[in-house]
C-alpha cells in the first residue's frame, strides 16, 4: 500500500487528514531522514497495520539500513520509556528519584545521528503523552541544533499519523 492509497483509504469527514498527511510528506523543515524517520517512528506507535504498511512502504527507502533501524527502535524504547516516565512524572513521591533498572543502551547508540533519534523519540513520545518524555527530548533536539520549526513539524507529522491510525480503526470497528 502507498501512501496514496492510505490517504484515499480514508472517509470524506477525514478530508484535513488526507490534506495534511500529503503537505507533511514533503516538509521542507526536516532533512529526508528525519522526516522518513519520524514517519516509520510515528507509524509504528500508532499501531494500526494499515498505517504501519503504507508509510513504511513509503518512505523506508528513503532511509540506510542503520536509520530505518534506529527509526523502529525509536518506536520501541520509547513504548516502554513513555509508560515507565509518565508514572513516574505523574504519580511523584520517590519514584522519580529511584533507578529506572531498565535497559536504554539504543538511546546511546541508536546508529544514525543522536539529534536524529532524539527527534523520532520526541515525536513518538507526543503520540503516547509523556511531558516528561517530549521536555527531555525537545531539549536534546534543539541544543542539537534543530529549530524549533523542526520540532513543530515532527510533532505534526505524529499527530496526523496517529489521527489517521485512529480514523481507520473506528471505521474498521464500525464495519465489524
Avoid at 529506572?100 to 539504543?106: G, H, Q, T
Amino acid at each position: 500500500m502507498s501512501l496514496e492509497a492510505l490517504r484515499n483509504a480514508l472517509p470524506e469527514y477525514a478530508k484535513d487528514l488526507k490534506l495534511n498527511l500529503g503537505s507533511l510528506a514533503t516538509e521542507p523543515v526536516l532533512t529526508q531522514q528525519q522526516l522518513a524517520g519520524t514517519f516509520i517512528a510515528s507509524a509504528l506507535a500508532s499501531r494500526n497495520a494499515q498505517v504501519v504498511q503504507a508509510i513504511t512502504a513509503e518512505f523506508a527507502p528513503k532511509l540506510s539500513a542503520e536509520a530505518l533501524t534506529a527509526a523502529k527502535a525509536a518506536a520501541s524504547i520509547m513504548g516502554m520509556n513513555n509508560v515507565y516516565y509518565r508514572f513516574t512524572h505523574l504519580v511523584g513521591g520517590d519514584y522519580p528519584k529511584l533507578p529506572a533498572k531498565l535497559r536504554m543502551n539504543v538511546m546511546a547508540k541508536p546508529g544514525v545521528e543522536k539529534v536524529d533519534f532524539e527527534l523520532w523519540s520526541l515525536a513518538v513520545s507526543a503520540i503516547n503523552g509523556c511531558g516528561m518524555c517530549m521536555e527531555a527530548h525537545e531539549k536534546v533536539v534543539l541544543h542539537g541544533g534543530l529549530s524549533k520549526e523542526a520540532v513543530q513539524a515532527a510533532v505534526r507529522i505524529a499527530a496526523t499519523v496517529h489521527a489517521v491510525a485512529a480514523t481507520l480503526d473506528g471505521e474498521q470497528a464500525l464495519a465489524a
